[in-house]
């Protein structure tokens, strides 16, 4: 099976913009989570979206936002940019049942200027 | 907060030595956890787990210890590879949630 897909892998934006990233799981996974990671705060969970509904949230500004299709794809957004927004977000996939292991793709390299 | 915690941001090992990567954990839901492993520019990679009714985990060289009255788990390499060099992340999982809470990592460098 072809692995977790995230487009693009790197983004350079200015502040103020907003901008969307995506996420293919892999096939048959219909969980998809997103995580933030940078340097001083490791990796931090954004949310997560199973079969086209947001089931549990981080604790992250309203200004992160994500929505799920039915072919299980995910994107995130991020409106109003802020240099702190700089980071590298990933997306994870799983199989249903709940203590399996979530697989993650390469990541989108996210720079705010 | 950080629910989970790896105080050591750094550890160099030499190669064929063992290598030890702790992480203390705070929530007492977590039931089950995972270590990650993490290269520059890729995504982290599942390495190992282990649920809250065991002690102790094994896959090849790498095993996994969890000492639940301590609320610490520890992940042991032996023996200890150049491959092996990257950051480690451990993750607490609890049986209410769908979230990992992961800890900051750490970077293990192995010298030949």
């Given amino acids: ?57 981080g604790n992250f500004p309203g200004r992160f936002s994500g929505r799920q299709f039915s072919n299980s794809r995910s994107e995130m957004n991020v409106s109003t940019l802020e240099l702190g927004d700089s980071a590298l977000y990933l997306c994870a996939s799983k199989e249903e049942s709940h203590y399996n292991e979530q697989f993650f793709g390469p990541g989108t390299r996210l720079t705010v200027l | 907060d950080q629910q ?27 039931d089950y956890f995972l270590w990650y492993k993490k290269y520059p520019a890729e995504g982290p990679t599942f390495l190992i787990s282990i649920s809250s009714i065991k002690d ?41 949630g769908y979230a990992l809470n992961f800890g900051k990592g750490t970077s293990l460098l192995v010298t030949p």
């Fill in chain 1, 1 to 57: 099976k072809a692995g977790v897909t995230q487009t693009p892998r790197y983004l350079i934006k200015t502040r103020g913009q907003q901008v969307t990233l995506s996420c293919s799981p892999i096939s048959g996974h219909r969980s998809v989570s997103w995580y933030q990671q940078t340097p001083g705060q490791g990796l931090q969970f954004l949310f997560e979206y199973f079969s086209e509904t947001q089931r549990n949230k």
């Fill in chain 2, 56 to 96: 102790k985990n094994e896959d090849g060289r790498f095993t996994v210890f969890l000492n639940k009255s301590a609320k610490h788990l520890s992940l042991h390499i032996v023996p200890s590879q150049p491959g092996d060099s990257a950051v480690y992340f451990c993750a607490g999982l609890s049986n209410s």
């Fill in chain 2, 4 to 30: 989970v915690k790896q105080n050591s941001p750094s550890l160099s090992v030499q190669e064929g030595r063992i290598s030890i990567l702790n992480c203390d954990y705070t929530n007492s839901m977590f």
